[in-house]
T-cell receptor
Framework: DAGVIQSPRHEVTEMGQEVTLRCKPI?????LFWYRQTMMRGLELLIY????????DSGMPEDRFSAKMPNASFSTLKIQPSEPRDSAVYFC?????????????FGSGTRLTVV | RKEVEQDPGPFNVPEGATVAFNCTYS??????FFWYRQDCRKEPKLLMS???SGNEDGRFTAQLNRASQYISLLIRDSKLSDSATYLC??????????????FGSGTQLTVLP
């Protein structure tokens, strides 16, 4: 298995632009998580899905952020409009309800810079 | 108060030293505990689970004290390759099959030659 695949690896955009981050979870995993990591706040859970259904989006900072999971093999996190304070590394992770608890597999992350 | 608190370090230790990291968690209902490792500019990876009776994996020993809501990680005979950030992680169990992990901010370790 190729693991969790995220794209793009790096994104530099101007303030006000729309940004879309993409994630392909491990095949067969029924949980998908979006995290954001900054030096100041560490790893923060933004939203997670179970069987493509959003379960908890209380970590989404504000209405500028939205996430979708149209099928079991694809999810997007969209920021519109982007702001400099959104600059961070965004990680996608997946896990299986049949696997060991705590066994998240993370993607390599998308490093977002908003200028 | 943060749900999971760790000493950020940095810990700078010589090769071969023994080093210990501590972590406290605030939710007494937490059920599962883990240590993850994150190398510089990489993604976090599961290092080991933490069991109530304590557990070892080679040079690594993890311990849990539920009464004090305290988790520890001990690394013996540290290697240069152990240099990384170590994340304390707690599973915030809730109803149903939710599997939501809360990560500490991490403790940075540098092993010096």
């Amino acid at each position: 298995d190729a693991g969790v695949i995220q794209s793009p690896r790096h994104e530099v955009t101007e303030m006000g632009q729309e940004v879309t981050l993409r994630c392909k979870p491990i095949s067969g995993h029924d949980y998908l998580f979006w995290y954001r990591q900054t030096m100041m706040r560490g790893l923060e859970l933004l939203i997670y899905f179970n069987n493509n259904v959003p379960i908890d989006d209380s970590g989404m900072p504000e209405d500028r952020f939205s996430a979708k999971m149209p099928n079991a093999s694809f999810s997007t996190l969209k920021i519109q409009p982007s702001e400099p304070r959104d600059s961070a590394v965004y990680f996608c992770a997946s896990s299986s309800s049949r696997g060991p608890r705590g066994g998240y597999t993370f993607g390599s992350g998308t490093r977002l810079t908003v200028v | 108060r943060k749900e999971v608190e760790q000493d950020p370090g940095p810990f700078n230790v010589p090769e071969g030293a023994t080093v210990a990291f501590n972590c406290t968690y605030s939710n007494s209902a937490s059920q599962s505990f883990f240590w993850y490792r994150q190398d510089c500019r990489k993604e976090p990876k599961l290092l080991m689970s933490v069991y109530s009776s304590g557990n070892e994996d080679g040079r690594f020993t993890a311990q849990l004290n539920r009464a004090s809501q305290y988790i520890s990680l001990l690394i013996r005979d540290s290697k240069l390759s152990d240099s990384a950030t170590y994340l304390c992680v707690v599973n915030k169990e809730s109803s149903g099959s939710a599997r939501q992990l809360t990560f500490g901010s991490g403790t940075q370790l540098t092993v010096l030659p």
